[in-house]
């Protein structure tokens, strides 16, 4: 019977990075039937896992296809499965699933609506959010200010946030009069509210903003809000050749 790296399974199931796995490993939080597990220790459709005291469902025993949805998150829900100050989740309207659960693929702060990404392969997620593989992010920006041409070569050569360099890899103005005018942005990672923040630093305020696009995934405009869609076999394909070794 084949087995796999323990930590790479428990980033199947949803847990995390196959890096914080291995911390979780080396940390003795994780058990195979019972036994503390060690780094580089392997598991098999038919081992019982355990993690933080608690069997997890085991993602070997149903493999399944890999499936991903396209959601377009209205303003107002929140990013996360569960949060006592919200009664809206994305989670809410996605379709059941028999076995694993929908991780999702970055996130959208509560006040910006758009595409959003689910799969129901762990590992995928956290490979598609890693910011060494440079995925794009594309988001439809309406701002309230004066932008000068300086302004935007300031935000193409980057800007010192508080919590790093950040710059946009392109900008597209997409129409609008004088103080509100509509932009395309694009950036490869996917920090907190970091559009916001990058157009924030130049005095501009951003009074609408929609992710349109990540990385080959471009959502359609025929997908209504609080609507999902589910990728075909070939968009699933495209997506992941976008991360080497997948």
Request: hydrophobic residues 35%.
């Amino acid at each position: 019977m084949s087995s796999e790296r323990l930590q790479k399974i428990l980033s199947q199931a949803g847990l995390g990075s196959r890096r914080e796995m291995e911390r979780w490993i080396e940390q003795g939080l994780v058990t195979v039937n019972g036994a503390v597990a060690k780094l580089g220790d392997g598991a098999c459709s038919s081992d019982n896992i355990g993690v933080k005291g608690r069997l997890i469902p085991n993602p070997l025993k149903n493999q399944s296809k890999t499936r991903i949805l396209m959601y377009h998150k209205p303003i107002g829900e929140i990013s996360s499965r569960n949060d006592p100050k919200h009664s809206k989740t994305v989670f809410d309207k996605l379709p059941y699933l028999k076995q694993g659960r929908w991780v999702q693929i970055g996130r959208l702060d509560i006040n910006t609506s758009g595409l959003l990404l689910f799969t129901n392969d762990g590992e995928l997620a956290n490979q598609l959010m890693h910011p060494k593989y440079g995925l794009e992010r594309e988001y439809a920006v309406r701002v309230r200010g004066e932008v000068s041409p300086e302004i935007l070569k300031i935000l193409q050569k980057g800007v010192q946030l508080e919590d790093g360099m950040a710059q946009f890899k392109k900008i597209d103005f997409k129409g609008g009069e004088g103080t509100n005018t509509w932009y395309h942005v694009t950036l490869t990672e996917g920090r907190n509210r970091e559009v916001r923040r990058l157009w924030q630093s130049q005095g501009v305020e951003v009074s609408r903003l929609i992710r349109i696009r990540y990385g080959q995934v471009t959502m359609p405009r025929s997908l209504a809000r609080g609507s999902h869609k589910e990728l075909t076999a070939k968009e699933v394909y495209t997506l992941m050749k976008a991360i080497p070794q997948v």
